[in-house]
């Protein structure tokens, strides 16, 4: 797990990212541990899904989070309590009440933000990246984040393309209205505005996925929808209807059932477009919903270094959803074989078990569903979910080009199209599949300019 100490007047604060589920009890981590460590000094780790946070005493005390506060979203955003006491455990779920308590104690920076970006471009780069999908703006205002994109493509130092959206899991904003906004004002060549981003479900750790049959180690709950199912539908049909494509964080099969619903619905209910809709994670999906993605041109985003027997999904993730469904996670392929465009996306520096921003390594997983350096490590069922090696390359190329709408521009080399490509050292169908992650990007040409060599 990273940590960092930053100075905010007198106080230092200790902020962290990383830890992950299968360390704790599924009431999760506890304050106490934190305060025996830094009694007196505010602390914020953030989980490796960026879903939940772990705080001391201290951090909960400066956020004024006492027995009487309410939960942000009762039962899908609180702070977990001791059924004995009442008082706030430490625990918190959903970035709701995680930034409850983040903008009380230690709020990001324009600042920082910036420092902290710019030291990871060069390796953006490095790793073979030209274009990103923002898929969401919390730790600032979206006209600051954006704003920062700008200057730094203003400056000459923006080495990839930036398609970004309005995060939104509110149900008392109406989303619409931001992003027509901010794609008006957000337009340049390598960075714009365009997607609206509706997070439906939560995940399977915190059991706020919404499922369609109840979580097997707690039977009293299925999970429920962040926002409610009808405000849902009518807001992806009003933005279908103004021409905007929608990106949907969707980790159950009952949140992508109602996300397919919704945009069925849209698509009957409004004139043909050019539409770029894409649900993402797709942890679970109904056999009888697979063959929807290709049937109304919906892509699956999938992160494709998250199907592996790690620790989370063998242990925390197998006790959430018993062995039948834990055995059916990320079916990448079965969507591919019914027509549908398959992207990837490495959700960077979200995660289940191990975080990484390289496109390489997701690439290799999805053709192996083993991890990083286990050769011999029997892979993530079921094993047909493993894709060729040329549609893995193809998802994390074409495929993610045509879900951004860039499409006609980059994703393959072809002349009239610009100058985004990556030289490697090796030629990877001709290496062994255990090592497609070794590779050496010898070479990254982003609009035609060496970014990385």
């Given at each position: 797990m990273?940590?960092q100490?930053t100075r905010?007047g007198?106080v230092?604060?200790?902020?962290?990212?990383?830890?992950?589920y299968?360390?704790?009890p599924?009431?999760?981590?506890?304050?106490?541990?934190?305060?025996?460590?830094?009694?007196?000094?505010?602390?914020?780790?953030?989980?490796?899904?960026?879903?939940?946070a772990?705080?001391?005493s201290?951090?909960?005390?400066?956020?004024?989070?006492?027995?009487?506060t309410?939960?942000p979203l009762?039962?899908?955003?609180?702070?977990q309590?001791d059924?004995a006491?009442g008082?706030a455990?430490g625990?918190?779920?959903e970035p709701?009440?995680?930034?409850?308590?983040?903008?009380?104690?230690s709020p990001?920076?324009?600042?920082?933000?910036?420092?902290?970006?710019?030291e990871?471009?060069?390796?953006?780069?490095?790793?073979?990246?030209t274009?990103?999908?923002?898929?969401g703006?919390i730790?600032?205002p979206?006209?600051?984040?954006f704003?920062?994109?700008m200057?730094?493509?203003?400056?000459?130092?923006?080495p990839?393309?930036?398609?970004?959206?309005?995060?939104?899991?509110?149900?008392a904003?109406?989303p619409?209205?931001?992003?027509?906004?901010?794609?008006?004002?957000?337009?340049?060549?390598?960075?714009?505005?365009?997607?609206?981003?509706?997070?439906i479900?939560?995940?399977?750790?915190q059991?706020?996925?919404?499922?369609?049959a109840?979580?097997?180690?707690?039977?009293?709950?299925?999970?429920?929808?962040?926002?409610?199912?009808?405000?849902?539908?009518?807001?992806?049909?009003?933005?279908?209807?103004?021409g905007?494509?929608?990106?949907?964080?969707?980790?159950?099969?009952?949140?992508?059932?109602?996300?397919?619903?919704?945009?069925?619905?849209?698509i009957?209910?409004?004139?043909?477009?050019?539409?770029?809709?894409a649900?993402?994670?797709l942890?679970v999906?109904?056999?009888?919903?697979i063959?929807?993605?290709g049937?109304?041109?919906v892509?699956?985003?999938?992160?494709?270094?998250?199907?592996?027997?790690?620790?989370?999904n063998?242990?925390?993730t197998?006790q959430?959803?018993?062995?039948?469904?834990?055995?059916?996670?990320?079916?990448?392929?079965?969507?591919?074989?019914?027509?549908?465009?398959?992207?990837?996306?490495?959700?960077?520096?979200?995660?289940g078990?191990?975080s990484?921003?390289?496109?390489?390594?997701?690439?290799?997983?999805?053709?192996?569903?083993?991890?990083?350096n286990?050769?011999?490590?029997?892979?993530?069922p079921p094993?047909d979910?493993?894709?060729?090696l040329?549609e893995?390359?193809?998802?994390?190329?074409?495929g993610s080009a045509?879900?951004?709408?860039?499409?006609r521009?980059?994703g393959s080399?072809e002349?009239?199209k610009?100058a985004d490509?990556?030289?490697?050292e090796?030629?990877?169908?001709?290496?062994?599949p255990h090592?497609?992650?070794?590779?050496?990007?010898v070479?990254?040409?982003?609009?035609g300019q060496?970014r990385?060599e």
């Amino acid at each position: 797990m990273r940590r960092q100490d930053t100075r905010i007047g007198k106080v230092d604060v200790v902020r962290g990212f990383g830890w992950r589920y299968n360390a704790f009890p599924a009431s999760g981590p506890r304050k106490a541990d934190l305060d025996q460590l830094w009694p007196d000094t505010p602390m914020i780790l953030i989980a490796i899904d960026g879903h939940s946070a772990w705080v001391n005493s201290k951090a909960l005390a400066m956020a004024k989070v006492t027995k009487a506060t309410k939960d942000p979203l009762p039962g899908f955003s609180y702070f977990q309590r001791d059924p004995a006491s009442g008082e706030a455990t430490g625990y918190l779920v959903e970035p709701p009440a995680v930034f409850h308590v983040v903008k009380a104690v230690s709020p990001f920076t324009p600042d920082y933000i910036t420092r902290s970006l710019e030291e990871w471009l060069p390796k953006a780069s490095a790793a073979g990246i030209t274009a990103v999908y923002d898929a969401g703006m919390i730790l600032l205002p979206e006209q600051v984040g954006f704003g920062i994109y700008m200057s730094l493509e203003r400056e000459g130092k923006l080495p990839f393309r930036v398609v970004g959206s309005t995060y939104h899991n509110d149900p008392a904003i109406d989303p619409v209205p931001r992003i027509k906004a901010l794609r008006r004002r957000f337009r340049s060549e390598l960075v714009q505005a365009s997607i609206l981003k509706l997070n439906i479900d939560g995940g399977d750790p915190q059991r706020t996925a919404a499922m369609l049959a109840p979580y097997s180690d707690d039977p009293v709950t299925s999970g429920d929808t962040l926002l409610p199912p009808d405000l849902f539908k009518d807001t992806v049909r009003r933005a279908d209807r103004d021409g905007i494509d929608i990106h949907v964080h969707s980790y159950g099969d009952r949140a992508t059932r109602l996300s397919l619903d919704a945009i069925e619905a849209a698509i009957k209910a409004n004139p043909p477009h050019d539409r770029r809709h894409a649900l993402a994670h797709l942890l679970v999906v109904s056999p009888q919903d697979i063959p929807r993605f290709g049937r109304l041109g919906v892509t699956a985003q999938f992160q494709a270094q998250w199907p592996v027997p790690d620790q989370t999904n063998t242990g925390v993730t197998r006790q959430r959803l018993g062995p039948e469904r834990s055995q059916s996670l990320m079916q990448m392929n079965s969507i591919r074989r019914h027509g549908d465009n398959l992207s990837f996306g490495t959700d960077w520096p979200a995660a289940g078990y191990y975080s990484t921003y390289r496109p390489l390594e997701a690439i290799e997983i999805a053709t192996t569903r083993r991890e990083l350096n286990k050769p011999d490590q029997p892979p993530l069922p079921p094993v047909d979910e493993r894709v060729s090696l040329d549609e893995a390359l193809r998802a994390n190329t074409r495929g993610s080009a045509y879900q951004l709408g860039l499409d006609r521009m980059i994703g393959s080399i072809e002349v009239g199209k610009l100058a985004d490509l990556v030289v490697l050292e090796k030629n990877l169908f001709e290496v062994a599949p255990h090592d497609i992650h070794k590779t050496r990007v010898v070479m990254t040409v982003m609009n035609g300019q060496v970014r990385h060599e």
